[in-house]
């Protein structure tokens, strides 16, 4: 059992350069139990690709979790409002489902 939810969603954006990208993550319990941390990236508007990490203990899950985080954020990562994604149908949507794809 998750004793809270983890889940981000970040983006990445310069104009000059052409770089729309997107990085989101989840950990979640699957089916069996498991814990596991699903990865999504891309560039923004298309599919992009899937990275499931399983865990047997949640803060194994949660230390990547916040590294990661840490690591995107260091390279200009960041988070946007709810509202602005809601409305870009074209933005995909955070992964809540350890199943596989």
């Not at 983006?11 to 770089?19: I, L, W």
């Not at 069996?32 to 508007?45: K, Y």
């Not at 409305?87 to 596989?100: E, K, L, Y």
């Amino acid at each position: 059992m998750i004793a809270q939810p983890y889940q981000l969603y970040v983006e990445r954006k310069d104009r000059a350069k052409n770089m729309a990208r997107f990085y989101s993550m989840s950990i979640d319990a699957n089916l069996f139990g498991e814990l596991c941390l699903t990865r999504r990236w891309g560039r923004i508007g298309a599919k992009g690709q899937t990275l499931i990490h399983h865990f047997e203990r949640e803060q194994d899950a949660v230390a990547l979790f916040l590294d990661l985080t840490r690591q995107k954020r260091a390279r200009g990562y960041r988070t946007t409002s709810a509202a602005a994604r809601e409305s870009d149908s074209s933005a995909p949507s955070i992964v809540t489902n350890c199943a596989p794809l």
